[in-house]
């Protein structure tokens, strides 16, 4: 079968640096998203990686190695607002989105 | 300002009725889809539409259907809802960009509660 693996829940304090595992075993690979969702809200797109290799965008950074099945999402000097969920989604060989749990990420000041 | 709009937000009905969730969206998208989302769990895909008049079921069994008359509406409609159905339902469309990546934008969400 198909599964996305991300921890369920990390804390960390503002200011700090916090990274979030995903693994992923998948038919086939044609990228890889983070979304993040506040509580209530709807997911929003943050980067996608679909090479080997680390992808920057601000505060925010996406690295990816196909040969491990493994991506991270990197969050610097974290602010209170990135308390959200964040989710990995692999697309398959037929382009379809398989979605993992999402990992809930609690700000401390 | 949100792309791609639902209607209702939330929406509190009793077994047996029949509802439709809107779904409307501005951006133009060909594709659209339905995921239904439990707290704390995965996105499930439930309907998706790759234009007018195309529909296709997703990975998770619904007894849900879905319509595409225009480009820019996607209703999804319960014909007798169940308390099994209580659930948020989301909303979304994409396109694919310069790099490839089919980029999902989501609506703010219907939660359905079926007493």
């Known amino acids: 079968g198909q599964n996305i693996d991300q921890p369920t829940e990390m804390t960390a304090t503002e200011g700090a640096i916090v990274q979030i595992n995903c693994t992923y075993q998948?038919?086939?690979?044609?990228?890889l998203f983070w979304y993040q969702q506040h509580a209530g809200e709807a997911p929003t797109f943050l980067s996608y990686?679909?090479l080997d290799g680390l992808e920057e965008k601000g505060r925010f950074s996406s690295f990816l190695s196909r040969s491990k099945g493994y991506s991270y999402l990197l969050l610097k000097e974290l602010q209170m607002k990135d308390s959200a969920s964040y989710l990995c989604?692999?697309?398959?060989?037929?382009?379809?989105?398989?979605w993992g749990a999402g990992t809930k990420l609690i700000i401390k000041p | 300002e949100a792309d791609i709009y639902q209607t209702p937000r939330y929406l509190v009905i009793g077994t047996g009725k029949k509802i439709t969730l809107e779904c409307s969206q501005t951006?133009?998208?060909?594709?659209m889809y339905w995921y239904q989302q439990d707290p704390g769990m995965e996105l499930h895909l439930i309907h998706y539409?790759?234009?007018?008049?195309?529909?296709e079921k997703g990975d998770l069994s619904s007894e849900s259907t879905v319509s595409r008359i225009r480009t820019e509406h996607f209703p999804l409609t319960l014909e007798s809802a169940r308390p099994s159905h209580t659930s948020q339902y989301l909303c979304?469309?994409?396109?694919?960009?310069?790099?490839?990546?089919?980029?999902?934008?989501f609506g703010a969400g219907s939660r359905l509660t079926v007493l």
């Open positions: 951006m133009g998208h060909d594709k």
């Open positions: 539409s790759y234009g007018v008049n195309s529909t």
């Open positions: 998948t038919s086939g690979f044609n990228g």
């Open positions: 990686n679909v």
């Open positions: 979304a469309s994409s396109d694919t960009g310069v790099d490839g990546a089919n980029v999902l934008t």
């Open positions: 989604a692999v697309t398959d060989s037929n382009y379809q989105l398989i």
